[in-house]
């Protein structure tokens, strides 16, 4: 199994730029999460989607952060615009179970989006 | 909401020394999480404790899980070089969402 799939791997866009990071859970997972991780706030979770509904996006900064999850294989998080205090690690992670319950319910992290907001 | 305090925040050792972060709540635990975080990379789940009182081995890392439930601790025993990074521990709160601690990064001296 490939894990899970983030792209970019980095990104450096400017201020007012739409960012587009992307993910592909482990196939079967049907939990997915997204994180920022930064030296001052640690690692958040931003929002988390089962059977590919959003259930919680209550970590979600504000209305410029936006995510979907078409399909069972893909998901996005947008910033729409961007500003240098979006910059972060992003991570994308995936689980078995519903909305992590249950004993099997570890989490799959991705290599992570490291995204620089100039 | 759930809150998870990590502590300490840093550890420097010098390697063979031993090492161990704590985990602390307020609120009794359904279950916990720990994750190693190496310099660089991603978080990569190590293990998780649901029974009161729970001890749990793998080779040098001991997890314990308190008997009220509300804390958690990782020791390493001896610690080595490959033992550097970041370790996390999480709490699962009522809505089922990872809540993660604010880690305690090791840092090991050869």
């Known amino acids: 199994d490939a894990g899970v799939i983030q792209s970019p791997r980095h990104e450096v866009t400017e201020m007012g730029q739409e960012v587009t990071l992307r993910c592909k859970p482990i196939s079967g997972h049907n939990s997915l999460f997204w994180y920022r991780q930064t030296m001052m706030r640690g690692l958040e979770l931003l929002i988390y989607f089962n059977n590919n509904v959003p259930i919680d996006d209550s970590g979600m900064p504000e209305d410029r952060f936006s995510a979907k999850m078409p399909n069972a294989s893909f998901s996005t998080l947008k910033i729409q615009p961007s500003e240098p205090r979006d910059s972060a690690v992003y991570f994308c992670?995936?689980?078995?179970?519903?909305?992590?319950?249950?004993?099997?319910?570890?989490?799959?992290f991705g290599p992570g989006t490291r995204l620089t907001v100039l | 909401g759930q809150q998870v305090m990590q502590i300490p925040q840093y550890q420097h050792v010098q390697e063979g020394e031993d090492f161990t972060t704590y985990c602390n709540s307020s609120t009794t635990l359904s279950n916990i999480q720990w994750y190693k975080q190496r310099p660089g990379g991603h978080p990569v789940f190590l293990i998780q404790l649901v029974k009161s009182g729970e001890v749990k081995k793998q080779k040098r890392l001991t997890f314990q899980f308190g008997e009220a439930k509300k804390n958690s601790s990782l020791h390493i025993t001896a610690t080595q070089t490959t033992d550097v990074g970041t370790y996390f521990c999480a709490a699962m709160d009522s809505s089922y969402k990872l809540i993660f601690g604010s880690g305690t990064r090791l840092l090991v001296r050869p």
């Open positions: 992670a995936s689980s078995l179970g519903s909305g992590g319950r249950g004993p099997y319910n570890e989490q799959f």
